[in-house]
């Protein structure tokens, strides 16, 4: 069984430009986190959807993130524009429902590096 | 704000010598779980604990969900050169639903 995917593993841009980052989910997974780590901290929630829902964007630092599900697969995020604090690596996660929800599995991040 | 607190914040340690770290927090927790990331690597789950007392061993690792709710506590027996990492303990709020609140992890050397 394939693992969570996440494209790309690294993206470097200037900042004011745009940046998309994209999560494929463990197949079957209904719900679908993006969390975030900025260097030397802790892992922070941003969303999560649940198909093509979101059920809590409570983490979106603001509105120049903006997170789609389509057809409840793949997820993007986008970043626009980009900020020198948006610098860090961003990981999705995917787990199954019930009393499986919290067994989330990660991807292996995308490293984000904004100049 | 900061809702868990994770130490130690690194260990240097040798390869055969016991581990522990532990997370701690003023709020109750539902679920606890401990996750082990590489360089290069995403989190990976390691230990899942759902009751308070709850004692969960995954080989030689031994995570406990602790009775008052609001700690966990992560030992490694033996350790050998891979258990080289960052290990995170990782949490559900009684107030969240699917959201994980961590901590900021625990790097682990061993010097074989």
């Known amino acids: 069984e394939a693992g969570v995917t996440q494209f790309p593993s690294h993206s470097v841009i200037e900042k004011g430009q745009t940046v998309t980052l994209r999560c494929d989910p463990i197949s079957g997974h209904d719900n679908l986190y993006w969390y975030r780590r900025v260097m030397g901290k802790e892992i922070k929630f941003l969303l999560h959807?649940?198909?093509?829902?979101?059920?809590?964007e409570s983490g979106m630092p603001n509105n120049r993130f903006l997170a789609e599900r389509t057809g409840g697969t793949y997820s993007t995020l986008k970043v626009q524009p980009a900020e020198l604090e948006d610098s860090g690596v961003y990981f999705c996660a995917s787990s199954q429902d019930g009393e499986d929800l919290y067994e989330q599995y990660f991807g292996p991040g995308t490293r984000l590096t904004v100049t | 704000g900061q809702q868990l607190n994770q130490s130690p914040q690194s260990m240097f340690i040798q390869e055969g010598e016991d581990v522990s770290m532990n997370c701690t927090s003023s709020s109750i927790f539902n679920t606890w779980l401990w996750y082990k990331q590489e360089p290069g690597e995403g989190p990976v789950l390691l230990i899942a604990l759902y009751k308070a007392g709850e004692l969960t061993s995954n080989g030689r690792l031994t995570a406990q969900f602790g009775i008052t709710r609001k700690d966990s506590f992560l030992n490694i027996s033996a350790s050998i050169p891979s258990d080289v990492g960052i290990y995170f303990c990782a949490g559900q709020l009684v107030t969240s639903y699917g959201k994980l609140t961590f901590g900021q992890g625990t790097i682990l050397t061993v010097h074989p």
């Open positions: 959807f649940v198909k093509e829902s979101k059920q809590d």
